[in-house]
């Protein structure tokens, strides 16, 4: 839930070797929210969402909402790195 690097960006894999969640850090190195892309879906407004975002440091302290353009943007685009990543397996 910490990182030494400020503002990183870090991606969890799964057993499956799928990216699991996306999980943000804050200048203070403390995690401040995370994109759950696979996973147990989590209910927002009435119907259950996934990928969805967590905030605050504590999995969901400051709620759970889906995700912003911006989010959808850097899911995409680690989603790419990682299946080209992973093309010659």
């Known amino acids: 839930m910490e ?7 870090y991606a969890t894999v799964n057993a499956k070797n799928e990216i699991k969640a996306i999980t943000y850090y804050d200048k203070d190195n403390k995690r ?3 994109i759950d ?14 990928p969805h975002a967590h905030l605050g440091y504590v999995h969901d302290e400051h709620g759970t909402r889906l995700l912003t353009a911006k989010e959808e943007k850097m899911v995409e685009r680690v989603l790419k790195a990682w299946y080209y990543r992973n093309a010659g397996e």
Not at 3 to 9: D, E, H, L, P, W
Not at 45 to 50: A, D, F
């Open 3 to 9: 990182t030494m690097t400020k503002g990183r960006v």
């Open 32 to 34: 401040f929210k995370q």
């Open 37 to 50: 892309i696979n996973g147990p879906k989590h209910t927002i407004n009435g119907k259950p969402e996934l």
